[in-house]
């Protein structure tokens, strides 16, 4: 009989909180686990072992009824609008598609919300009647918004929602998702590569590598003072609009291990210019280095 000879833990020994009206940034190379939390954490994906609270209840524990009713309090924004939009639905069935199920609203009161949202987004009314190929990128990723706020939700995963597009338009769709924050008072975990986004987007930032956090704090302490080499490396990248400054460049050496087969001790140190024996044999905890700062790191 055949039998699976390796795991690979996508995410391990993840703990954080996110606060009404707060975003916390999820920062890290691809293929570290970014996406996969955020899935866990609408269950959309199962986990093997855990808990995930929300409102107090372990959204892990619920049965399927009790699960759809809090489906509408939990919402995804994908990374490609495209590929997230029915392409044989007009606008108008794919925001009416949710008020129909979580039987908020239906016939000329939903087509009134329809519209509302669509003006939410900075889109015309008008645009119900089309298909989601005749919109531009930035369009596309505003009706996929309005859709995530359909069910006037709490929690909004952000999976990447501007990458996909043009620079110009990615300050455009940050700007909305800040503005609808603050106005329904939305708690977002917003994925990306862009350091740059995180910082202006983020309240908290967490910096992820092969499943796991290795620095989590405030914006101005993750970004300021970093204590942590990988993020160190990551910030050292960041292009700065000043031709009269330069930054010390941190150049990661060799490649990411395999998930398949992770290396003993802190999975960061092969790469890691500062690692000592310890780092080799003991996976460090995430402990605190100041208020509202933690890292994984033996060093700190």
């Known amino acids: 009989m055949w039998s699976p000879k390796a795991f690979v833990h996508a995410v391990n020994g993840v703990s954080f909180e996110i606060a009404k009206g707060e975003t916390l940034g999820l920062v890290g190379e691809s293929g570290c686990g970014k996406s996969t939390l955020g899935r866990?954490?609408?269950?959309?994906?199962?986990?093997?072992?855990g808990e995930i609270f929300f409102r107090?209840?372990?959204?892990?524990?619920?049965?399927?009824?009790?699960?759809?009713k809090l489906r509408k309090e939990m919402q995804?924004?994908?990374?490609?609008?495209?590929?997230?939009?029915?392409?044989?639905?007009?606008v108008g069935d794919i925001l009416g598609e949710p008020l129909k199920i979580h039987n908020i609203s239906r016939g000329a009161e939903a087509r009134y919300k329809v519209a509302e949202l669509l003006r939410k987004v900075r889109l015309s009314p008008s645009s119900m009647a089309h298909y989601p190929h005749e919109f531009s990128g930035g369009q596309r990723q505003r009706i996929a918004i309005a859709r995530a706020l359909a069910s006037n939700p709490e929690l909004i995963v952000c999976d990447e929602p501007v990458s996909a597009l043009d620079v110009s338009i990615q300050a455009q769709v940050i700007n909305l998702l800040k503005s609808l924050q603050n106005e329904f008072q939305l708690s977002y975990l917003f994925i990306a590569h862009d350091l740059m986004i995180i910082q202006h987007i983020s309240d908290r930032v967490a910096i992820m590598y092969l499943g796991k956090f290795v620095e989590m704090g405030v914006n101005e302490l993750i970004y300021n003072n970093p204590k942590?080499?990988?993020t160190e490396a990551l910030l050292s990248a960041v292009p700065i609009p000043d031709i009269h400054r330069k930054r010390s460049r941190t150049v990661l050496e060799g490649e990411v291990p395999s998930p398949i087969n992770l290396p003993r001790g802190c999975f960061f140190h092969p790469r890691c210019s500062y690692a000592v024996k310890e780092c080799k044999e003991e996976d460090p905890p995430l402990k605190k280095v100041g208020e509202n700062?933690?890292?994984?790191?033996?060093?700190?």
């Not at 107090?56 to 759809?68: H, N, P, S, T, V």
């Not at 990374?79 to 029915?86: A, C, K, R, T, V």
């Not at 700062?293 to 700190?300: D, F, G, I, P, S």
């Open 40 to 49: 866990m954490v609408l269950r959309l994906i199962e986990p093997t072992g």
């Open 56 to 68: 107090g209840k372990d959204i892990l524990r619920l049965k399927a009824g009790e699960l759809q």
């Open 76 to 90: 995804i924004i994908h990374q490609d609008p495209f590929g997230s939009l029915n392409p044989r639905m007009k």
């Open 228 to 230: 942590h080499p990988y």
């Open 293 to 300: 700062h933690v890292v994984a790191c033996h060093l700190r």
